[in-house]
C-alpha cells in the first residue's frame, strides 16, 4: 500500500457491507481506491457502505464528492442502499454538512468498531489522467447537489477540464 504518513484506508466485508476505516487524512490520494472498490463491490450486488472516521483527522472536498458519489451510485441500482458516516468528528461532521454531503449520508455517531479485523486498501499508484477525473467526478458531484458550491469549486473545475482536454 501506497499511504503517505500514517494516512491509510482499511477495509473489511461486514455481513451484507463494506467497511472503511480511514486513518489521517480523507484526501484525494485514497479516493481512486475506494471508488474503484465500491464499483466492484456494487457490481456484486453490495449496496451498504459504512466509513468509520474516528481516526479521520479531516476531510478534503475530493472525498467527500466521493461519498457522495458512492450514494447516488448505490441509490441508483438499489432503493435500499445507504451509505453511513461512522463516529467522526465535530469537525468532519460540519464539512460534510457544509457542502451538501450529509443530506446523501446517514450518520452515527458513536459506534464501537475497534476489533474488527481489517485490511489495508491498496492505494496504488494511478496515473495523473485518472487521478484527476477522479477529482473532477467527485467535484462534479458536490456541484449538483448544492448549487452554491460551483461557486466554491467552479474554477477548479474549469481549470481541471482544460488541463483534461489538453
Known amino acids: 500500500m501506497t499511504a503517505s504518513g500514517n494516512n491509510?484506508?482499511?477495509?473489511?466485508?461486514?455481513?451484507?457491507?463494506?467497511?472503511?476505516?480511514?486513518?489521517?487524512?480523507?484526501?484525494?490520494s485514497a479516493t481512486p481506491?475506494?471508488?474503484?472498490?465500491?464499483?466492484r463491490i456494487l457490481s456484486e450486488k453490495t449496496h451498504k457502505f459504512a466509513f468509520d472516521l474516528s481516526a479521520c483527522s479531516g476531510v478534503d472536498s475530493t472525498f467527500m464528492g466521493t461519498l457522495v458519489a458512492i450514494a447516488m451510485q448505490s441509490k441508483s441500482r438499489y432503493p435500499s442502499a445507504w451509505v453511513c458516516v461512522v463516529n467522526a468528528s465535530i469537525k468532519v461532521s460540519q464539512a460534510l454538512e457544509n457542502v451538501g454531503a450529509a443530506r446523501f449520508l446517514?450518520?452515527?455517531?458513536?459506534?464501537?468498531?475497534e476489533d474488527i479485523e481489517m485490511e489495508q486498501l491498496d492505494v496504488t499508484v494511478i496515473s495523473q489522467d485518472e487521478r484527476l477525473r477522479v477529482i473532477q467526478r467527485a467535484h462534479e458531484r458536490l456541484v449538483e447537489i448544492d448549487k452554491r458550491n460551483a461557486e466554491r469549486f467552479g474554477p477548479f473545475l474549469a481549470s481541471l477540464s482544460r488541463e483534461l482536454d489538453t
Open 8 to 28: 491509510h484506508i482499511a477495509v473489511a466485508q461486514l455481513g451484507d457491507a463494506v467497511l472503511f476505516r480511514v486513518v489521517g487524512l480523507g484526501n484525494m
Open 33 to 39: 481506491a475506494i471508488a474503484a472498490l465500491a464499483e
Open 106 to 113: 446517514r450518520f452515527k455517531t458513536s459506534l464501537p468498531l
